[in-house]
């Protein structure tokens, strides 16, 4: 397992997997271990996947001063990374919370970036976040299911701020909550740093007027890949986050919650790749 030591000495942690070019991907949590990720729905056939874990995560070092962990201080972690593959420009696919970290990475480092592909993203970066509203319309969508007479009341209740997170309303984040969805789903408690997900979000990690403008002088082809499921970014929300990134473009994965790959794995591989400009036949 490859390791270099960020700015301040924490030693960090990445993963590599798969063949081909390489492709870096950030794990969102926020905080989680890059495990959950798995191939990616098979873009290990077609490119080497770097997964770094963020600090304080996975294999990654506990860095001496906690505040590092907000957002926008991960920023240099990232370059680093990128340096330390040796790479010119990079090929960026963030997921979720790292949204975030990859938009204010994108912000200021524009040049670094060739292709970004943001995967059910959090745009917290923009002055953006999903809505309970937007989260509870989603979850409609889910109403023929045979777990949503009980997940819904126990998650509009979580959305109100009236009650904590419960495990009954997991299915939410999964297209299909089938045994592959609950075995995923098994490994989240274990594989976030809760303390470093409290820092994440914290004041002052966003300053999205200046990001929007640093923006402007990203050139690289950006893709917002959402889930037709997902209310957080619902497919509106993403199509907005598109509209304030010249040239983005937004794909709905049909069927899919918060974790795409694993809803249709070969759907999600295929759109990706032809994104990033690779071949997704499995034959070649």
Do not use: K
């Not at 770094?52 to 001063?65: H, I, M, V």
């Amino acid at each position: 397992m490859p390791t270099f030591a960020a700015t301040d000495g924490t030693a960090l942690a990445y993963h590599l997997r798969g063949e081909g070019a390489p492709l870096a991907v950030l794990p969102g949590g926020p905080m989680r271990a890059s495990g959950y990720l798995g191939d990616l729905g098979g873009l290990t056939a077609h490119r080497r996947l770097a997964l770094l874990d963020l600090r304080g995560t996975g294999e990654s070092g506990t860095p001496p001063d906690p505040a590092s962990y907000r957002c926008d201080r991960m920023v240099d972690d990232v370059e680093r990374w990128r340096d330390h593959l040796g790479l010119e420009r990079i090929d960026l696919l963030a997921h979720s919370a790292a949204g975030s970290l990859a938009l204010l990475y994108a912000a200021r480092h524009p040049h670094r970036i060739r292709r970004l592909v943001l995967v059910t993203p959090n745009p917290s970066a923009l002055g953006m976040r999903a809505t309970p509203g937007e989260r509870l319309a989603a979850a409609r969508l889910r109403a023929d299911e045979p777990w949503f007479g009980r997940a819904f009341p126990a998650y509009r209740a979580w959305l109100a701020g009236d009650s904590d997170f419960d495990e009954v309303f997991l299915p939410f984040f999964y297209g299909r909550w089938d045994d592959t969805a609950r075995a995923h789903a098994e490994h989240e408690e274990a594989q976030t740093n809760e303390e470093a997900a409290g820092h994440y979000f914290a004041e002052g990690a966003f300053t999205p007027d200046v990001t929007r403008a640093a923006l402007a002088a990203l050139t690289a082809p950006v893709l917002i890949h959402a889930g037709e499921y997902d209310g957080g970014p619902c497919p509106a929300l993403a199509r907005r986050v598109a509209e304030a990134l010249s040239g983005a473009e937004v794909s709905v994965q049909p069927g899919a919650g918060h974790y795409p790959w694993l809803d249709d794995p070969a759907h999600f591989a295929r759109r990706v790749l032809a994104f990033l400009g690779e071949d997704a036949d499995p034959s070649r």
